[in-house]
């Protein structure tokens, strides 16, 4: 059966290929030379101009400011092709290096996949840009990579092991005037018949700053040119207009919809205790939780250990601590093991400095059949005021093999998060007939 799914997906239509989002180009080598730490190193030194074991923030860039462009029409052209790249994470030999990845029930760790797919985004960014203002004795560059979204990556279809090869492919699918999107895939070698077979796919959107990282910096436009170059470009610009359409259309900006107030009441009106006809009594429907006890919490101190090349913690990190937190969740909601099946849009809104207590708070937010969906929160706290900053937001969708019982909010402000969670739940593009086969 898994031989058959194999195939499967080795021979997917040029539409697929274009939904996935990556195109390769002729000539280009599918086998990687590099595993990701050495494609780290390598763009640390020679694009950045820092060891791999120091970060950009030591060094002073303020010179390299002035090498900026101040308009597109100073840089040349790109094309796809252009940011081609293959890194491997070598599972299959480099037993030290697997021990990273592996969970207590033998799979990947989706959140150590997330690190590396975050570090591969932003060399992929750096090889689109190519800048005629910096001089050929200056190799540092200019630009500071910052992540700013990562869109739907569903997971639900492979199962990754813990033993075999994981390549990651992937090149800027589209640039507006200061942000690219990257889009990648990920492979795992077949030992049994030596093939590459993609398991899924990611696209992180990217933002250009400036060498201090204080202000936008303009990079080069993108030009498709063939057809599915041309597809895949309209579908970046079709994701910043869903983005977009998220933002205006969100509950923080609009009262929900005629519909979902209807769902609200009738959950309001399962859990009246019709004995005492009062607004305050509540009883608890069979088989649900109160939305108050689907929680889970944790707070940590940013070490420099997992800062990135600019002095700020790595948003890599930020997502692994968010996945693993949110599976802890649902293990504990549902009271089995649960599956990863769909990564939903990660933004973040703010940097996290080294030295902050960061907080982050998991909360189930809604259930249908088999899934769950999980809300992560990253909150900045201080101390001395006792305030709270936001910095990022996650949304993960777990599958159970058993029901998972029902999230029943109590108040106005649990019934916004219900609907916000029940929007990203239907927003999603993996198939909810298909079985776990990926546990975190």
Known sequence: MMTKLFKFLSHRTKFEMIRRGLIIPPGACETPTKTVTDLLDDFTRSVLGTNSKYCAGSISREHLVKYLPATQEELPVRRMSDSYDTAIIPLGSDISMREKYMTFHKTIRIGRLLEDLDVFAVTLCYKHIL??????????????????????????????????????????????????????????????????????????????????????????????????????????????????????????????????????????????????????????????????????????????????????????????????????????????????????????????????????????????????????????????????????VFHFTLKTDSLAPEVIPRTYQEAMMFLDGRRHFIDTEHDLSDPPVAKL
Request: aromatic share 8%; proline share 5%; glycine share 4%.
């Open 131 to 392: 800048n005629p203002n910096q001089p050929a004795d200056i190799s540092v560059s200019p630009y500071s990579i910052v992540t700013a979204c990562v869109d739907q990556m569903d997971i639900s279809h492979v199962p990754l092991r813990y033993d075999a090869d994981i390549r990651l492919r992937g090149h800027v699918t589209w640039v507006g005037k200061s942000s690219f999107e990257a889009s990648m895939e990920v492979d795992q070698i077949d030992k049994d018949s030596n093939e590459w077979n993609t398991v899924t796919n990611a696209r992180f959107v990217m933002v250009s700053r400036d060498s201090m990282n204080k202000g936008s910096a303009i990079v080069n436009r993108l030009v498709p040119e063939t057809d599915e170059e041309k597809a895949l470009f309209r579908k970046g610009e079709e994701n910043k207009e869903r983005r977009a359409k998220m933002q205006t259309t969100s509950l923080f900006r609009k009262p929900p919809s005629e519909q979902e107030r209807l769902i609200i009441h009738e959950q309001f009106l399962r859990t009246i205790d019709w004995k005492s006809m009062s607004f305050k009594s509540r009883i608890k429907p069979t088989n649900c939780v109160w939305m108050a006890d689907a929680k889970l919490k944790n707070m940590i101190l940013c070490q420099p250990e997992n800062r990135n090349r600019f002095n700020k913690i790595f948003g890599g990190f930020l997502m692994r601590l968010a996945v693993e937190l949110a599976w802890a969740n649902g293990y504990v909601y549902c009271k089995s093991l649960p599956t990863l099946v769909h990564v939903d849009d990660i933004l973040f809104r703010k940097p996290v400095e080294i030295g902050s207590l960061l907080y982050f708070s998991s909360q189930v937010v809604y259930t249908q059949g088999h899934y769950v969906m999980v809300r992560v929160s990253a909150e900045v706290v201080q101390p001395e005021d006792g305030t709270h900053d936001l910095t990022n």
